[in-house]
């Protein structure tokens, strides 16, 4: 297995939030790291500047984690950019506007569990198959960034978005054992109410404020923190981890 510190790595919504956060901290850590994003190309490739600056390696790569043609696309200029594929963060994912199940439409609900469960799937797919010592790869590792929304259910916000990170939860458990054998270790991260952008996409930028009461820790968390468990769990540290989830939510 491939625990070696460094190596190459694909990071899905990688240009903000938490995933801009993890390309910083694995670009630290001897990473060339693949900073995947869908439509913000500037902010990408300013991490990759950014990044390649402070001496190391980056690059932005446009990519609909929900589309399969695009996410072979995504793998293939990874390994010609940068080589070998040894690590995937399946971090991209989103959410829509704060709405309850009875108001749920077809449309939102194929929306949410394309891009966080069919396009989490795609890219676990093409890691596997690149980094499996039965496909000739030296193992590696996957982290999936879940929720805890998927242990909490997010009654009358997003059940819709906690049920696809309870897939996520799912696959990580599955998929671990599947590829065990094959050189690869199968984790996941679940955040818990972390500032970053995507509370907007929800429709409420300053749902921290509100919700931080409901927090143990009495605040929300940082993207870095975030991070740091997903940088451990790629780690050597964290060699006999597979399967495993850490919940990175203040308490909740």
């Not at 070696?4 to 990071?11: A, F, S, T, Y």
């Not at 929900?66 to 940068?82: A, D």
């Not at 069919?118 to 198959?129: I, K, M, Q, W």
């Amino acid at each position: 297995m491939n625990d070696q510190q460094g190596g190459v790595v694909i990071v899905t919504g990688g240009n903000r939030g938490i995933g801009a956060a993890t390309c910083r901290g694995l670009a630290a850590q001897g990473y060339a790291v693949t900073i995947n994003y869908r439509i913000n190309k500037s902010q990408a490739e300013a991490l990759a500047v950014e990044i390649n600056t402070a001496g190391g390696r980056a690059v932005a790569i446009q990519c609909d984690v929900s589309i399969e043609n695009e996410v072979v696309n995504l793998f293939e200029q990874t390994t010609q950019q940068l080589g070998p594929l040894t690590a995937l963060v399946n971090n991209a994912g989103i959410l829509e506007t704060q709405i309850k199940v009875v108001d749920l439409t077809p449309d939102r609900i194929d929306r949410i569990f394309a891009t966080n469960v069919r396009g989490s799937f795609l890219c676990a797919r093409e890691a596997v198959r690149r980094m499996s010592n039965l496909c000739g790869g030296n193992g590696g590792g996957i982290v999936n960034v879940s929720s805890a929304a998927a242990r909490l259910g997010s009654p009358d916000e997003y059940v819709d978005y906690a049920a696809s990170k309870g897939a996520i939860d799912s696959m990580t458990i599955g998929l671990s054992k599947e590829v065990a054998a094959e050189g690869i270790r199968v984790n996941a991260v679940r955040p818990g109410f972390i500032d970053t952008e995507m509370h907007a996409s929800g429709g409420e930028p300053d749902r921290l404020q509100r919700v931080r009461g409901s927090i143990p820790l009495g605040r929300g968390g940082e993207a870095s923190e975030v991070a740091n468990a997903i940088i451990w769990l790629l780690s050597p540290q964290s060699s006999y981890c597979t399967g495993t989830f850490i919940d990175v939510s203040g308490g909740r």
